[in-house]
């Protein structure tokens, strides 16, 4: 038997529109992608013996992922709340915003506040529920935002917000 953990907080349910569409637009992908998996593992379950056959064992995990993936693209899309318009209150920080950071070495740095479904830390995308969105939440310019990380802790200052 494992170690019991607790099951993880539940993640914000904010979206952009341009994220609901891409995990729209993945969900229509893997219906798709799935039909092709589904017709190789028949093909594959034709040729005999299952217990050897790397092509059906392939097959099988392959379509188990992309079910998995499904069913959680179909439980979470209709519980998101899909966020287009900005804030009435733009000179501070919220859902959508894209802030730029100066920290104490004088480098700057930009985040936009997305949704915990489209984070990406390559574009600069962080997620709201992250520590940084969490610390920069109702900030306004030259506000200064102290991040504690374990025991490093890092003190940035707004520099601009746009929406």
Same mark, same amino acid.
């Given at each position: 038997?494992? =170690?019991?953990?607790?099951?993880?907080?539940?993640? %914000?349910?904010?979206?952009? #529109? !341009?994220?609901?569409?891409?995990? +729209? @637009? @993945?969900? $229509?992908?893997?219906?798709?992608?799935?039909?092709?998996?589904?017709? #190789?593992?028949?093909? /594959? /379950?034709?040729?005999?013996?299952? %217990? @050897? $056959?790397? !092509?059906?064992?392939?097959? *099988? *995990?392959?379509?188990?992922?992309?079910?998995?993936?499904?069913?959680?693209?179909?439980?979470?899309?209709?519980?998101?709340? &899909?966020?287009? !318009?900005?804030?009435?209150?733009?000179?501070? &920080?919220?859902?959508?915003? +894209? &802030?730029?950071?100066e920290n104490d070495a004088g480098e700057?740095?930009?985040?936009?506040i997305v949704g915990p479904d489209e984070f990406?830390? #390559?574009?600069?995308?962080? %997620?709201?529920? %992250?520590?940084?969105? *969490?610390?920069?939440?109702?900030?306004?310019?030259?506000? !200064?935002?102290?991040?504690?990380?374990?025991?490093?802790?890092?003190?940035?200052?707004?520099?601009?917000? =746009?929406?």
């Open positions: 038997m494992g =170690r019991y953990r607790p099951p993880a907080p539940k993640s %914000s349910l904010y979206i952009t #529109a !341009e994220g609901h569409r891409r995990l +729209q @637009e @993945e969900l $229509n992908t893997l219906w798709k992608r799935r039909a092709v998996v589904t017709r #190789a593992l028949s093909a /594959a /379950a034709a040729e005999g013996d299952r %217990s @050897e $056959n790397a !092509e059906y064992i392939y097959r *099988k *995990k392959e379509l188990r992922e992309i079910d998995r993936r499904i069913r959680y693209l179909q439980k979470r899309l209709p519980e998101l709340r &899909v966020v287009s !318009e900005p804030p009435g209150d733009r000179k501070r &920080v919220f859902f959508g915003a +894209q &802030v730029t950071l700057e740095v930009t985040y936009r990406d830390t #390559a574009k600069g995308w962080i %997620s709201m529920d %992250s520590p940084m969105a *969490k610390a920069l939440m109702k900030k306004t310019l030259d506000d !200064e935002v102290i991040l504690r990380l374990g025991e490093r802790e890092t003190t940035f200052v707004v520099l601009e917000i =746009r929406y």
